[in-house]
């Protein structure tokens, strides 16, 4: 199981804040609440607002190239560079599987950002996927993830995650969630998940929101 860290990237090249700016039409993400309040999120509902829409309906026009490079360039080479310290394998991952569709979050200020505490694997995903987790705004306090240390120890804590770096964890086991947001801030965020080809098994199991079948082709493609 890969040990929880995380990476910084560079925001001048992947400027993926000002992108997800233009293609919601907001001019602050940190302030999503004040432009439309949602009642109190659940499982169903957690991907149901309109930016979700709009983000989903604008996803490969706008948002997938550069989510491409970002995957081909920046987390292959982390892991090529990585494999041995975070997984204790020496592996080539040039051809690692990814998420094709990150899965977008919206954390509004009283409410949460997913509808439940949940370990991936509740959910059909393979336990050898490994979670990154891109913030667009500062994630901190009651407004970012939290999570176990270990599988089982319930040790919770959140973790502070800049806009500029990547938390990298094993969702699949490890026990995660949010609390509800008592900062003054919106949190936007992506997630998605990448698995080596040879961990990788493909399963006619979907999503839980979309029932997309977990194989390349469906909820995954591979560089």
């Known amino acids: ?3 929880t860290h995380k990476i910084k990237y560079d925001t001048s090249k992947y400027q993926f804040r000002p992108l997800i700016k233009d293609i919601l039409g907001e001019k602050s993400l940190e302030n999503l609440h004040e432009v439309k309040k949602y009642e ?3 499982e169903p509902t957690d991907q149901a607002t309109m930016w979700h829409k709009t983000y989903y309906d604008k996803f490969k026009s706008e ?4 989510y491409w490079e970002f995957v081909r360039d920046v987390v292959v080479e982390h892991f090529n560079w990585n494999d041995s310290v975070y997984l204790g394998t ?3 991952w040039d051809n690692l599987i ?3 569709i990150p899965t977008f979050r919206v954390h509004q200020v009283d409410n949460l950002g997913v509808g439940e ?3 991936d694997r509740d959910y059909n995903h393979g336990v050898d996927e490994i979670n990154l987790w891109l913030p667009f705004t500062d994630a901190y306090g009651t407004n970012t993830i939290w999570m176990e240390s270990e599988e089982g120890k319930e040790d919770f804590k959140g973790y502070d995650v800049s806009y500029g770096e990547i ?3 094993s969702g699949p086991n490890l026990l995660h969630g949010n609390q509800t947001n008592e900062e003054k801030d919106t949190r936007c965020s992506i997630d ?3 698995v080596h080809p040879d961990d990788f098994k493909t399963s006619d199991k979907g999503s839980v929101t979309a029932d997309v079948k977990f194989k390349i082709g469906g909820y995954f493609e591979q560089l």
Do not use: A, C, D, E
């Open 90 to 92: 020496s592996r080539n």
């Open 98 to 100: 990814y998420q094709k």
């Open 40 to 42: 109190r999120y659940t």
């Open 167 to 169: 938390l990298v964890f």
């Open 1 to 3: 199981m890969i040990k």
């Open 63 to 66: 948002f997938y190239p550069l």
């Open 117 to 119: 505490w949940h370990r």
């Open 192 to 194: 998605f998940r990448v």
